[in-house]
């Protein structure tokens, strides 16, 4: 199974900032992804990060609210924008490392926006 | 409807017993995957275990087992010999097919106490 390294691993915001994660894969991968998990709740994927062209987003998530970036195969970003108290939540990168079916995550980046 | 239905939001099991974590699914798609994942208080998700829905025989990963009946819908983890570290919440989560890769369906969570 591929390595996910994602930082920071938590940080501590203000409202109206913005947050860039970062998650490292350590092996070629053929798909990236963004998930949320809002506190007591279960995950739900933000938008699929492509390499070189822009995210696919599912619905509720919007480009300008968390913009993705995947220069290469193995690395890719999430920015949280413009932050409110809304945000906090925990943001796991995901990737598979071919279509065999079998999703892993990172170990999560724990935000609280104040 | 809840496509992904976790009905005990939390179990306890003394260690080194089995303990058996529910899980029934909603779809009408005749291929999907099936998954469980653990996550520990720091957060990360660890992946235990998939099934396909075409597996003729039940997933199993070392300590971890999928009993899965298609008949009934149900893919029900089994941890054998219970570790005090099996102490966390315990995620059953489903791909339908069409769906991207990476999008899962995700039941509300189990969490497990394992007592010594």
């Known amino acids: 199974s591929a390595v996910i390294s994602q930082k920071p691993s938590r940080d501590i915001c203000q409202r109206g900032t913005s947050l860039t994660i970062q998650c490292q894969v350590d092996s070629q991968v053929t798909m990236m992804f963004w998930y949320r998990q809002q506190p007591g709740q279960s995950l739900t994927l933000i938008a699929t990060a492509n390499q070189g062209s822009e995210a696919t987003y599912e619905s509720g998530f919007v480009i300008d609210k968390f913009p993705i970036s995947r220069p290469n195969l193995t690395f890719s970003t999430l920015t949280v924008s413009n932050m409110s108290p809304e945000d906090s939540s925990i943001y796991l990168c995901?990737?598979?490392?071919?279509?065999?079916?079998?999703?892993?995550f990172g170990s999560g980046t724990q935000l609280s926006v104040l | 409807a809840q496509k992904i239905t976790q009905t005990q939001p939390g179990m306890f099991v003394q260690e080194k017993e089995a303990v058996t974590l529910d899980c029934t699914y909603d779809?009408?798609?005749?291929?999907?995957?099936l998954f469980w994942y653990k996550q520990p208080s720091s957060g990360e998700m660890i992946f235990l275990i998939y099934q396909g829905s075409y597996d003729q025989q039940n997933a199993t990963e070392g300590r971890y087992s999928l009993n899965f009946q298609k008949a009934r819908k149900s893919a029900n983890l089994v941890i054998s010999a219970s570790q005090l570290g099996d102490s966390a919440m315990y995620f059953c989560a489903m791909r339908e097919r069409g769906t991207s890769y990476g999008k899962l369906t995700f039941g509300q969570g189990t969490i497990l106490t394992v007592h010594p």
């Open positions: 995901s990737a598979l490392q071919q279509l065999n079916e079998k999703l892993f």
């Open positions: 779809t009408s798609d005749p291929s999907y995957g």
